[in-house]
């Protein structure tokens, strides 16, 4: 399994990417193997806010539908278009090709309470 080491992660296995005064958020690749197969992804519009640790959307596999949750507060600023024609990105590149919305924060601080890659780990191997 894949972690990059530049990411930040949820309890709920979303990773977080900074880009300046934005955040791109996805599944990890933990959760998509968990999943299975996924064969639907809905997310937000642009111009939505998110709120941490509510739902933004959810991911549909052959198994069930899980919620995705918001590791931070912020306000949509795009959305990946591409997984609604290809939901099987999210199995194949959960962190190049499947990131799922960018968000633009007004408290960069939201990004210190979540995981490092190793902290990450650790939760996974103790579930």
Known sequence: ???????????????????????????????????GDIVFVELPEVGDTIEADEP???????????????????KVVEVNEDLDDSPEFVNE????KA?????????????DELMSADQYQEMIEEE
């Open 99 to 111: 990131w799922m919305i960018v968000v633009e924060t007004e408290d960069l601080s939201q990004i």
């Open 56 to 74: 933004f959307g959810s991911v549909e596999s052959v198994k069930t539908v899980s919620e995705l949750y918001a590791p931070i507060n912020g």
């Open 93 to 96: 590149s959960p962190y190049e």
């Open 1 to 35: 399994m894949s972690l990059p080491k530049e990411l930040r992660y949820s309890e709920e296995h979303e990773w977080v990417k900074v880009e300046g005064e934005k955040v791109r958020i996805g599944i990890t690749d933990h959760a998509q193997s968990e999943l």
